[in-house]
Each structure stands twice: as C-alpha cells, then as structure tokens.
C-alpha cells in the first residue's frame, strides 16, 4: 500500500488544520491506520489510530480530545482533524499502515508502509 499524506501548513495557535492520508489501494478489514509526527530533534512519536474495518481509535494522550482520526473508506482516506492546535503541535505529520490493528506496539519500526510527510507549523 502506497500512502500520500497531505493538508499541512501554517497556523495560529488555536486554529485547526485536517490532513488527509490516500492509499494507493483498498486496505485490508485488519489494517490499522496510523498517524505519527516528528518535530525537530525529536523522535518520531504515535499520534492516533484507527482501525479499517469497525472503526476502533486510539490516541496519544498529548492530543486526545482535540485531534480526531476518521476514515473515507469509499476514498481510501484517512483524515486527522486537528483542533485547538498548540505551538508544540509543529511537527513533520506522516501516515502509515500496519497490517493487524492487535500487533501491539505502536512503535514506528512495525509499520509496514509510509506516506510522505507533510509539514504542520503553529504560531504563537
């Protein structure tokens, strides 16, 4: 599965931004589908989570109940609402895939495809 990820920029502290992640083709009813960030000089860390089929999410406590993960799946898309955005949002935002939602870590080194990343800066 070939991801593309897109919908980054420049903000102001407060505002929101959606990304969106395509895939090439129709993920399995397994598939988890993953958003991760990396801000300079930082790790690449876990963001949110969903699963293809059924819908089940998870999310990184730093961004819970301001960031919401959903799916297209007529589009092969998946979005990441992000409201309320925080100067400490800035980051490089990156889709991925995973072929099982269980596999348990969430850890980028499980991932089995990546999108490019797209850029997400928040004003003070």
């Known amino acids: 599965v070939q991801l593309q990820a897109s919908g980054g920029g420049l903000v102001q502290a407060g505002d929101s931004l959606r990304l969106s992640c395509v895939a090439s083709?129709?993920?399995?009813?397994?598939?988890?589908m993953v958003w991760f960030r990396q801000a300079p000089g930082k790790e690449r860390e876990f963001v949110a989570a969903?699963?293809?089929?059924?819908?089940?999410?998870l999310y990184a406590g730093s961004v819970k109940g301001r960031f919401t993960i959903s799916k297209n799946t007529a589009k092969n898309t998946v979005y990441l609402q992000m409201n309320s955005l925080k100067p400490e949002d800035t980051a490089v935002y990156y889709c991925?895939?995973?072929?099982?939602?269980?596999?348990?870590?969430?850890?980028?080194?499980?991932?089995?495809?990546w999108g490019k990343g797209t850029q997400v800066t928040v004003s003070s």
């Open positions: 083709e129709r993920p399995s009813s397994s598939h988890a």
């Open positions: 969903i699963k293809w089929s059924g819908g089940s999410t």
């Open positions: 991925a895939a995973r072929s099982s939602w269980y596999a348990g870590t969430w850890s980028p080194g499980v991932m089995h495809s």
